[in-house]
C-alpha cells in the first residue's frame, strides 16, 4: 500500500483550506516513498507550493475552469467512456458496489468514478495491483496529462506522477484517437452549451483502448481486500 496515491488525491481535490493546510505534507509524502522519478516529484513539488501559498479564491477559479467546465479535463473516468448515457451510472453504480465489497464507503456526494476517489482506494491496495489498475485508465490518464500541459497546468505534474506509477503505457493508437478529439474552450459558451447537451459523449473510440467499466471492475475484483473503511475523505 502506497501513500502516494492518497497524496496525489489531496493534491488533485478541489482546494480547499483544508487541502491547502496538508499540500506540502502530501509533495514530502511523495519525496519519501520516491515511487515517481525524481523530475516528475519535483513538478509535483511545485504544484503543492501553489496550493499552499496563493490565493485560495485564484486556485479554485482556476480548478473550476479546468476540471468543472472543461469537459475534456473531466476528473471522472467514466465520463470519457460513457459520456453522460445510462450506461455511466449503471457502471458507477457497479464499482460503488465493489469499493463497499472491500470494506470502503462513500459518502452521498462522492461519486465512485472521481479520479480522487479512486486514487484514494489505490491507495488501500498493494502497490502491484494499484499499479495495474492504473494501465487500465492509461489513456485517458494521458490525454489529460496532455492536454494539461497545453495549458501549462502545474496540475499536469499529477498525471506524469500517475503515468510513472501505472504498469503500462497508454496504448498509442488510442491515445492519438482521443488527442484527435476537439478540447474544450470553456469560454466559448456557445459551444459548450452545445457540447453539454450531448448525452453520450466519449473520448476516442473504446474498441482501440479506452477504459471500460467492465475492465476496471474486474481487475480490480481480484485479490485481497483492503482495511481501510473510507475513500474519498480530501484529508
Given amino acids: 500500500m502506497a501513500l502516494t496515491y492518497k497524496a496525489l488525491a489531496v493534491l488533485l481535490s478541489y482546494p480547499s483550506p483544508d487541502v491547502r493546510a496538508v499540500a506540502l505534507d502530501a509533495a514530502d509524502a511523495i519525496d519519501a516513498?520516491?515511487?515517481?522519478?525524481?523530475?516528475?516529484?519535483?513538478?509535483?513539488?511545485?504544484?503543492?507550493?501553489?496550493?499552499a501559498h496563493d490565493d485560495l479564491f485564484d486556485l479554485q477559479e482556476r480548478y473550476v475552469w479546468l476540471f468543472d467546465r472543461t469537459r475534456s479535463l473531466s476528473l471522472n473516468l467514466y465520463e470519457h467512456v460513457h459520456g453522460e448515457s445510462r450506461d455511466r451510472g449503471q457502471a458507477m453504480v457497479a464499482l460503488k458496489e465493489l469499493?463497499?465489497?472491500k470494506g470502503l464507503c462513500l459518502s452521498s456526494d462522492e461519486l465512485p468514478d472521481h479520479l480522487p476517489v479512486f486514487l484514494?482506494?489505490?491507495s488501500t491496495l498493494p502497490q502491484a495491483e494499484a499499479a495495474s489498475l492504473l494501465g487500465e485508465a492509461a489513456h485517458v490518464l494521458a490525454a489529460i496529462g496532455e492536454r494539461l500541459h497545453k495549458r501549462a497546468s502545474a496540475y499536469r505534474a499529477i498525471f506524469g506522477a500517475l503515468t510513472a506509477l501505472s504498469d503500462a503505457p497508454a496504448d498509442k493508437a488510442a491515445l492519438a484517437a482521443m488527442m484527435a478529439e476537439p478540447?474544450?474552450?470553456?469560454?466559448?459558451l456557445a459551444a459548450m452549451d452545445k457540447l453539454w447537451a450531448e448525452t453520450a459523449v466519449t473520448f476516442?473510440?473504446?474498441d482501440v483502448g479506452c477504459p471500460k467499466a467492465e475492465?476496471?471492475?474486474g481487475a480490480m475484483t481480484a485479490g485481497p481486500a483492503p482495511q481501510r473503511r473510507r475513500a474519498g475523505a480530501a484529508t
Avoid at 478540447?183 to 466559448?188: I, L, S
Fill in 183 to 188: 478540447d474544450d474552450d470553456p469560454t466559448d
Fill in 33 to 51: 516513498e520516491a515511487l515517481v522519478p525524481a523530475p516528475v516529484r519535483r513538478a509535483v513539488r511545485k504544484l503543492a507550493e501553489e496550493l
Fill in 215 to 217: 475492465a476496471l471492475v
Fill in 99 to 101: 469499493y463497499a465489497r
Fill in 204 to 206: 476516442g473510440p473504446s
Fill in 120 to 122: 484514494e482506494f489505490l
